[in-house]
């Protein structure tokens, strides 16, 4: 009999051709999990269990001075000394302390498996800026997306019940993420109706992030 996981990793494998690379999926994702993975002890502890992690990144990661520089660096051992597989595993760790990055809730639940488009890796680019910006704009556009049928009522009344509109941002633009490529799309347009100005100032301001960090390159053994 085959175990479950290897039969995951096989099914993994068998739709490479037709879904999004996982590890390309965590790396759309980095905004996301730099900012929700606050304490990454649990992760490490479920790694280091299963052997994912050697003792010399386990010690880069801790040696980091902040917990988003933890995750940036944790990140980064994934991209470039993991293969799919392993990347795999790294995402069974990352569930099984979901209860840890309730943040995450969402992501975690989101099959990599449907189809990744442009629009969609531009919001994940943009999720933090997003998130800090979109302010009272929130509730009208869970409410414009509700209209179209992107957003049923319980997922509106799930944004509304945040208690900030960080957090209602968060939530909303999980929640578009979610379900892929056309209801990123359907988020921007909506944006675009209710404030065309800050849709062009957040893409701005994405497009000069971008251009900074061009002439970063990695450094496997660099401490920020």
Not at 139 to 158: H, N, T
Not at 174 to 202: K, N, P, V, W
Request: hydrophobic share 35%.
């Amino acid at each position: 009999m085959i175990p479950a996981s290897t039969q995951q990793m096989q099914t993994h494998k068998d739709d490479s051709r037709c879904s999004e690379p996982l590890k390309t999926h965590i790396q759309n994702s980095r905004e996301l999990l730099v900012e929700s993975m606050y304490n990454i002890a649990p992760l490490l502890d479920h790694m280091i269990a299963t052997h994912l992690l050697t003792e010399d990144n386990y010690y880069d990661v801790i040696a980091e001075n902040t917990p988003k520089n933890k995750v940036r660096k944790l990140l980064e051992v994934v991209q470039h000394q993991m293969d799919e597989d392993k990347a795999l595993h790294f995402l069974d760790c990352l569930k099984k302390c979901r209860k840890d990055y309730p943040r995450l809730r969402d992501w975690l639940n989101t099959d990599p498996s449907i189809s990744r488009g442009p629009t969609e890796q531009r919001l994940r680019a943009q999720f933090s800026e997003l998130c800090s910006r979109l302010g009272y704009l929130v509730l009208p556009l869970s409410l414009q997306l509700f209209s179209g049928e992107v957003l049923s009522q319980f997922e509106v009344d799930q944004v509304q019940a945040c208690p900030t509109p960080f957090l209602q941002s968060q939530k909303l633009l999980s929640l578009c993420l979610a379900r892929g490529e056309a209801a990123c799309q359907r988020f921007y347009q909506a944006l675009h109706s209710q404030d065309s100005f800050l849709a062009t100032a957040i893409d701005e301001c994405t497009n000069s992030a971008a251009a900074l960090e061009a002439f970063q390159p990695f450094s496997g053994n660099t401490h920020l």
